[in-house]
């Protein structure tokens, strides 16, 4: 494998699947998403959790079904105060993953120079689709 050339080190190109989605765009309104660039997953998580969860508690209290159907139905309980923050930690740790692995299929000189260009044209495309960051 050929070591990279200088021209390959440049800055890396800017990689991210969420940072363009619509959803990012609407927690970012809503201030679940710093607008500094931060993502403030713990405080995500905990909103969408209790967001999804709490409606649950509250429509087992105004039944009279909260203590004993509550046993019953557990994975309900666990889907939503455990999977739902779990997801949207994975979606925070996905991010910061590619955004560094991405470019370094560029710098490393990983790809040869029609597969770079490929991956290159792959990556301005889903720019110009709006799916990365331009």
Known sequence: MSEPSHDDREAPLAF????????FRLQ???GLILRDGG???????ALIAAFTWLPLVAWAIATGRALGHSVEH???HVRSL????LLVLADATT???LSRV???????????ESTRL?????LSAATALGVLEP
């Open 102 to 112: 991405a470019p370094y299929f560029i710098t490393s000189g990983l790809l040869d």
């Open 82 to 85: 455990v999977a739902i923050p």
């Open 39 to 45: 993502l403030a997953v713990a405080r995500r998580a």
């Open 118 to 122: 490929r991956y290159e044209a792959l």
């Open 95 to 97: 991010h910061t993953t």
């Open 28 to 30: 970012q309104a809503v």
């Open 74 to 76: 557990f994975g309900v």
């Open 16 to 23: 991210s699947l969420i940072r363009r989605d619509p959803l």
